[in-house]
C-alpha cells in the first residue's frame, strides 16, 4: 500500500500548491467567486427550507385533525432527493472515471512503476470520488440544515448527515467506476451501431419508468395525497443505498440511535465492499482495455473524404476560412473524446425524458392559471439551466482546449479577434438548435399564452448570447492552456466563476419574466393598463443585461489574448 500512498501524497501536494496558488489569482475574481458562492448557498437554504415549510403546513391542512402526514411527506422527499442524487453521482462518476483512468496524461507514467494495477486504481479512485461529488456537499449541507430546521429536529441530524456522506458518495462512485472498466473491456471492440443501439433502449427503459412512477396526469385524478405516496414508494426500497443514507439521517433527527448506526453500518460495508469489488476488478481487466484503448488511438486511420468527420469540410464548405477550418477542428475534437459526447448522449437522453413528461401534463389539466403561470417559469428556468449546462460544460473550455499548441494560431492568417468569434457564433448557433427548439415545444405542450410564450421564447435566444459571452470570454480571460482535460478546466477558479455569473444571470432574466407571467396576482394592488409598461421595462431588462453579459467578458478575454505571451 505504500506505492498507492506515495501517489495519494503527491496529489495532495498538488492540491496545495493550487490552493497556495489562488494567492496569485486576481483579487476580484477570487472575490467574485467567494460572494457567489456565498450568495448561491444562502439562496439554496432558503430554497429548501421554503419548499419543506411549504411540505409542512400542506401536510398539516391535508391532515385536518388527524393524523399530521407533513413528516411522511417531507421524508418521502428527502428520498426522492437521495435517489436523484444517486442516480447522477453513478452518471457522473461514468465520466469521470473514464478520463482519470484512462485518458489522464499521468497515467502512462504511473503504469510504468512498481504499482500493481489494484493499487494504481486505489490511488486514482479518490481522486475521481472528490472531483465528482464536491457539489453535492456543497448543495447538500443547505439541504440538510433547511430540513432540520424547519423540522425542529435534534442536533444529532446535522452530525448524521455529515458523517453519512463519505460512504454515501463512495458507493455510486465505486459503482460508477465498476461500470467504466467493463464499458472500457467490452465496448471498444464492438460496432459504433451497437454502442448506439443499447444507449437508446437504455434511455427508453429509463423513460418508461419515470413515466409509470411521476405520471403527473395521475395527480390531476387521483387523491393528492395518496397518489404523491404511490409514485415515491419505490425510493423507499431497502435495497438503496439513497434509503439507508436518508433513513438514518432521519433516525439520528429523531433520536433513535440504534436505528441510526445500523443503516450507517450497513451503508459503510457495501461501500467497502464494491471498492474492493471494483479493485479486484480493475486487477484482472484494467490494462487489457486500457492496452486496447491505446491501440485503437494510434492504429485508427479516416480518409478526408470517408465517414461523417471526413465529409464535414464539404459540409461547412460555406462558411469562410479560416472559421471553417477552425469548426471542423473543434467539431472532431468534440466527437474524438468520449467524455464529451457521452454526457452529450446522457444529457439529451435525460432532456427527452423531460420532454415527454412534460407532454403528460397536458393543457386541459392545469386548468388554474396560477399553476399555469408558476409551471411556465419552471419551464422557463429549465431552458435556461439547460442553456447554462451546455455553456459552461462544452462552451468555456474550448479557448483552453487549445492547449500549449495555441501559438500555432498565432502564426496562422487568422487574428485572435476572429479566434474569439468564431468560439462565440459557434457556441449560439449550435446551442440555439436545442434550446430554443425546447423552448418553443415546452410552451406548445403547456399552452401558455401567446404574449407569455413569445417572451419565454424571446428570453431563451436572448440568453443564448448572454450565457456565449460568458462562457467564452471568461474562458478567453482565464485560459487554462496546460490542461487537456475538459471536466478539469470547468472546476477550475475560472469555470466556477463562470457557473456561478451563469446562475446568477439565470436568476435575473427568469424574476424579471415571473413579474409578468405571475401578473394576475399582481393586477390586484396595479391597474391592467400597467401590464404593457411592465412588459416593455422587462424586455428592456433582459435586453441590456444579455447585451452587457455578451459584450463585456467577450471585450475582457480579447484583451487578455491579445497581451498573453505563448
Known sequence: MSQAFAVFRAKMRIVGHEVASVRRQSKLKVAVITVFATALWIGAFFLFYSGFRWLISFGEEASRGGMNIADILMARMLGVLALAVFFMLIFSNVLISFSTLYRAKE?????????????????????????????????????????????????????????????????????????????????????????????????????????????????????????????????????????????????????????????????????????????????????????????????????????????????????????????????KLFWRDPTQWSQFVIFFGILAIYMANLHTVGRGEIEKEMWRSWIACVNIASCTLVLSTLTSRFVFPLISLEGQRFWILGLAPLTIRQLVRQKFWLSVCTTSVFTVGLAVLSGRMLGIPRIHFWLSVYSVIIANFGLAGLAVGLGALYPNFREDNPARIVSGMGGTLNFLLSIGYIALVVGAQTVILQWWALERYTSPQMFWWALAVVVASITLLSLGATFIPLRLGLRNLEHMEF
Open 107 to 331: 497515467v502512462p507514467y504511473l503504469l510504468q512503476g512498481p504499482i500493481t494495477y489494484r493499487l494504481f486504481f486505489l490511488s486514482r479512485f479518490w481522486e475521481c470520488v472528490a472531483f465528482s461529488s464536491w457539489a453535492v456537499g456543497f448543495l447538500g449541507s443547505p439541504l440538510i440544515l433547511a430540513y432540520g430546521i424547519s423540522g425542529h429536529a435534534s442536533w444529532t441530524l446535522y452530525l448524521a448527515g455529515f458523517l453519512f456522506y463519505i460512504p454515501f458518495i463512495v458507493v455510486p462512485a465505486a459503482i460508477g467506476a465498476i461500470i467504466t472498466l467493463i464499458l472500457a473491456r467490452v465496448f471498444p471492440r464492438q460496432r459504433t451501431s451497437v454502442m448506439i443501439g443499447l444507449g437508446v433502449i437504455a434511455v427508453g427503459l429509463l423513460f418508461l419508468y419515470i413515466q409509470d412512477t411521476f405520471n403527473i396526469s395521475r395527480l390531476s385524478q387521483d387523491v393528492v395525497i395518496a397518489a404523491v405516496m404511490d409514485a415515491t414508494a419505490r425510493t423507499q426500497s431497502p435495497f438503496l443505498p439513497s434509503f439507508w443514507a436518508a433513513r438514518g439521517i432521519l433516525a439520528a433527527g429523531g433520536c433513535d440511535y440504534g436505528e441510526s448506526l445500523f443503516q450507517f453500518l450497513l451503508l459503510v460495508s457495501n461501500a467497502l465492499l464494491l471498492v474492493w469489488a471494483a479493485a479486484e476488478l480493475a486487477q484482472r481487466i484494467f490494462y487489457p482495455g486500457y492496452s486496447f484503448l491505446a491501440g485503437q488511438d494510434k492504429t485508427r486511420i479516416k480518409p478526408l473524404d470517408k465517414g461523417i468527420l471526413g465529409r464535414l469540410d464539404e459540409t461547412f464548405r460555406w462558411l469562410p476560412n479560416p472559421a471553417r477550418s477552425l469548426v471542423v477542428k473543434d467539431i
